[in-house]
């Protein structure tokens, strides 16, 4: 369990699962009619899914019990102490769904969280955050931006989590980004969603999703930078790619620990009539069994590409299409490039990571899609380990 | 190479692969504007896809050298000769994607393949041909039927491939079915559609589609049964019961014969509001790596279905959810059966045939699919064969 407490309240903003069936903490976190936030609390044995009307009033409890506690501890410490309510206590879970919430244990738990609350923070305590969120995950995944807005030096730290879990398994993706910057909710809200399309929602492990997903951004307003209404401000521009910067190193890092990964799968759609299409196709390829079997066996089955464009659904031109693996050009205007060479290929696909790009000349929109190969390993992983 | 001959011409009707990139004999027989059929030509090598003009060019050559040669054995054979045109021969393809198709071998082929037409039949010429349309396929798939068309008995007899291929591997499905009934071009093609959506469209292996996949229907019309011009009309509803046997049968055989297939699994979606949402629901389950995984592991992992229905985007009401594992209740009014034992779903994730039912009270619609498990064994198919 990882607790964090905003001491002054922190401005927030979240985006889920889109699974029509979420989980227990995201109904309450999407019912928090609070402006700011004191708490984030992230369990990680039990995915409070399936439980149920339960599942829900264990969350009220167990947040109730940390206002009150939390409520204490600024009459302690603060010189002008506030009320803190459970309304503004946040939940990620993951774990097991469909077993009952562990509510007792976890409201047990919170007055030793709060006891073990520092002021201060450094490199250790994010490590030991990104650690104690992870599930099947082999590395704590932690990603750190610092940026202007206006005149003032902010800070972005992200932790994450994601891989998959062996009981009972689901690729639940956590992730929590944080900054000392002083940003609206709308706006933290505009960023997050801008960014997230091309971090997060753009990476796949095995195409499965999870009831439990959710990022969330805070802003503490530490620095007491320039007020920012828009997000076409220019102040604001340094801290958009440093936000970006922070949710794609995160989510790469979700995919390279994606589970029996040996490697990492950029593909690459470029001059697409619209980017709704270079996604489908993007998708297409990284969702496919076929494909990432290949390259799993370091194979240049460019044939597999092939099949995976056709079967998205989008209409393209056959003459115009090229792919290349790194920089080996394999199709051109839809036919084997004349110069093509298989060994050359087959050896760039001994590499760690694996450049796929889809060149449809048919227009200039684009996107990149995440993922990695489909191994033994992750076979082992997701049939083995429960029975 | 397997070669039909229809002696005094078929009548026919084909459904095709829904991928947007196909191969040129798919090409090929989509542009025949004959209304009879006097051969179908299948090669197991080289998919004829990704080869551009020369790979349709070739099919016309061997085609005339077909027909030709045909043309020549009505001749020598019939009372009342026919002359046979290219335009009459339809060609099912499956192997290699982009390499060459070898038009001069299979030409040269020809003359030897017509030498060995025989006029009669039996069960192993049957099983012969199923044989010579395998690839990576470990089971010959064969199913027989006869029924009635209004007092006159007919036949109807299939063979399939199917199970993806190793070199270079699309799970390509060819699906021949041969009757002596007396069936009109639009009887035959009502038909087939009608049957299709549950049958070859009803089974997943791995949610990939092959640029190549074909199902056709042929009749002889030897049986003089009485004209059909509507679907409807009673008298053909035993010949579309015994069809749609015949058709489930192979699929669910392809289905069976999956790479590295040890269970087959049947997804029964009930009470859905539109066919479309149960069809749609049914292939989340049955694309599932998570799922698949888990019942390869044979772990009665009900999680992992909830998550599939979830990711499926099609809205349920939770609280009316009901999920059974062969007999076993396991969800009841989307809450988990008070009588569930879980030894008791475990041994039944013992069986080599899984049912899954999901029945979402919602509506009176519902759709069955068909899949396989996977398994490591299907990782060392499609990742370590070729290289």
Redesign the interface.
């Known amino acids: 369990m990882v607790m964090f407490y905003f001491r002054d309240g922190a401005n927030y903003a979240s985006v889920y ?6 989980s227990e903490n995201i109904k309450w976190n999407l019912n928090i009619k609070s402006k700011k936030i004191s708490s984030l609390i992230i369990n990680t044995r039990n995915a409070n ?2 439980t ?1 009307s339960d599942g829900y009033k264990g969350l009220k409890e167990i947040a109730e019990e940390a206002a009150l506690q939390l409520t204490k501890k600024q009459t302690e410490d603060e010189d002008f102490p506030k009320k803190i309510s459970s309304n503004q206590v946040l939940f990620g879970c993951t774990g ?3 077993e009952k919430y562990p509510t007792e244990k976890i409201k047990k738990n919170i007055p030793e969280l709060i006891k073990k609350i520092k002021y201060t923070q450094n490199k250790f305590t994010w490590m030991k955050a990104a650690l104690g969120i992870m599930t099947t995950d082999l590395q704590p995944k932690i990603s750190m931006e610092e940026c202007k807005i206006g005149n003032k030096n902010v800070k972005i730290y992200g932790i994450a989590k994601g891989s ?1 879990m062996i009981f ?4 639940t993706t956590l992730g929590y980004v944080f900054t000392d910057a002083d940003l609206s909710n709308d706006i933290l809200n505009k960023l997050l969603k801008k960014n997230i399309n091309t971090t997060f929602n753009a990476i796949s492990c ?6 439990n997903d959710m990022v969330s951004i805070f802003s503490t307003g530490k620095v007491k930078n320039s007020i920012i209404n828009n997000i076409n401000d220019k102040k604001i521009f340094s801290f958009d790619k440093a936000l970006h910067s922070v949710l794609l190193n995160l989510s790469k890092r979700v995919v390279k620990d994606g589970e029996g990964a040996t490697k990492f799968i950029t593909i690459n759609i470029v001059k697409s009539k619209s980017e709704k299409e270079a996604r489908v196709i993007a998708f297409s390829i990284a ?4 494909v990432k ?2 390259i ?4 240049p ?4 590409i ?11 031109d ?1 003459k115009k299409l090229a792919i290349n693996f790194g920089g080996i050009k394999i199709i051109e205007k ?3 490039f004349k110069y093509y060479k298989e060994n050359e290929a ?1 050896n760039y ?1 001994k590499s760690q990571s694996i450049d796929i790009s889809v060149d449809l000349n048919m227009g200039s929109k684009s996107f990149t899609a995440y993922t990695m190969d ?3 390993k ?3 992983i ?6």
Chains 1, 2 share one sequence.
Not at 17 to 22: A, C, L, N, R
Not at 168 to 171: F, Q, T, V
Not at 287 to 290: A, F, K, P
Request: proline share 2%.
């Open positions: 699962t889109q699974s029509k069936i979420v899914a399936f149920g097991t769904i469909g998959g009972p398994n689901m690729a095995d195409g499965d999703t999870s009831t969702n496919s069994n076929l079997t290949a799993a066996g370091e194979d089955n460019w044939g597999r092939i099949m995976a464009i056709g079967k998205s659904g989008v209409k393209i056959l839809g036919q084997i087959t696909m489909l191994t033994k992750y076979i082992e997701n049939a083995d380990y429960r029975s």
